[in-house]
């Protein structure tokens, strides 16, 4: 199992980005799909997350500004970042609870990171 996120770069403040991951590889269930963000010099925190029944949550530091999606086949997770602000500047993640095919257990795979930073 695969995750491959893009999206990132420079925005200004007040901006907005779209943040991608693709999920692929040998997939029997997707469980879970979320994104977290590690700023410098702190810890990789939950931004937002999205059950496989479409429940979601939010940081409270994000809430009213992002947004999580994903397509009908779950394989794609998006993250909608408006008003940016400077301290949204971090390497954003992906990450998935999946149960591969022929697994009796779900795993959690990650992605390799993009970079936000938000100018102000």
């Known amino acids: 199992v695969q995750l491959q996120a893009s999206g990132g770069g420079l925005v200004q403040a007040g901006g907005s980005l779209r943040l991608s991951c693709e999920v692929s590889?040998?997939?029997?269930?997707?469980?879970?799909e979320g994104w977290y963000r590690q700023a410098p010099g702190k810890q990789r925190e939950l931004v937002a997350g999205?059950?496989?029944?479409?429940?979601?949550k939010y940081a409270d530091s994000v809430k009213e500004r992002f947004a999580i999606s994903r397509d009908s086949a779950k394989t794609t997770v998006y993250l909608q970042m408006n008003s940016l602000k400077p301290e949204d500047t971090a390497v954003y993640y992906c990450?998935?609870?999946?149960?591969?095919?022929?697994?009796?257990?779900?795993?959690?795979?990650w992605g390799q990171g993009t970079l936000v930073t938000v100018s102000s």
């Open positions: 999205i059950s496989s029944g479409g429940s979601t």
């Open positions: 990450n998935a609870e999946t149960r591969p095919r022929g697994a009796v257990s779900t795993t959690i795979y």
């Open positions: 590889g040998s997939i029997f269930s997707i469980n879970y």
